[in-house]
């Protein structure tokens, strides 16, 4: 299995909802990333997982809470979302290693809209 | 500062032509360079992976190739077909040693092919 698989692939929610954005893969991979990706834009990090541990938040507001329940799974909790959170939410996973020639697999994102 | 530049930003070439992609990157110490295809709506997808010492990396009708002393990549495609019609980003991974993967995304460039 060379897939990281996300779900659901399209996502509407109010404002004043509770959701989660789910993420798995079966790599053996031991990192694992939430990007955001709004249009014709390049993805911007908001967490990385290394070892189930959280290693890197990038000033992300708290209305995004990410989870890593195992070495497989990544989830991210969404709560009281804005409009401009609309976005294309997108998972990767990659080895945790110096070697140059480990590939950064990425999902195939979960398009959300706020309304 | 850690920056990847990419040109042009958008292209648009008739079936069956043939294009090159430009990257240029100011990251430092470098790990390796990648370039992603990215449909819309969709999660990038790996094309090659270069490290230092590789010079051209082929993938069917897509070569790259790398320059480490001028800091600069291009993406060859040949005989281009509909299907090529995506983003196309150029993304480059300093080397900080052990540890999760942290990537410098470029803009992308849009291609665009017409029968």
């Known amino acids: 299995d060379t897939e990281v698989t996300q779900t659901p692939k399209h996502l509407v929610m109010g404002m004043t909802n509770k959701k989660s954005l789910k993420c798995e893969q079966h790599?053996?991979?031991?990192?694992m990333y939430w990007y955001k990706q709004k249009a014709k834009k390049p993805p911007e990090l908001m967490f990385v997982y290394s070892y189930e541990k959280l290693s890197i938040n990038e000033s992300v507001p708290s209305r995004f809470s990410p989870e890593c329940p195992n070495s497989s799974l990544l989830n991210l909790h969404l709560h009281a979302l804005q409009p401009e959170d609309s976005a294309l939410y997108l998972c990767?996973?990659?080895?945790?290693?110096?070697?140059?020639?480990?590939?950064?697999?990425f999902g195939s994102g979960t398009r959300l809209t706020v309304v | 500062k850690n920056q990847v530049e990419q040109s042009p930003q958008s292209l648009i070439i008739l079936e069956g032509k043939n294009c090159t992609l430009q990257?240029?990157?100011?990251?430092?110490?470098?790990?390796?360079l990648r370039w992603y295809k990215q449909d819309t709506g969709r999660g990038p997808v790996s094309l090659t992976i270069m490290t230092f010492s590789e010079n051209t990396k082929s993938n069917g009708r897509y070569t790259a190739t790398l320059d480490a002393d001028t800091k600069q990549s291009s993406l060859h495609i040949t005989a281009s077909q509909l299907s090529d019609s995506a983003s196309y980003i150029c993304v480059v991974r300093a080397r900080k040693g052990q540890g999760a993967q942290k990537l410098v995304f470029g803009q992308g460039t849009r291609l665009t092919i017409n029968p």
């Open positions: 790599m053996g991979h031991r990192a």
């Open positions: 990257c240029n990157y100011t990251v430092s110490p470098f790990s390796n």
């Open positions: 990767a996973s990659s080895q945790v290693s110096t070697r140059a020639v480990y590939g950064y697999t």
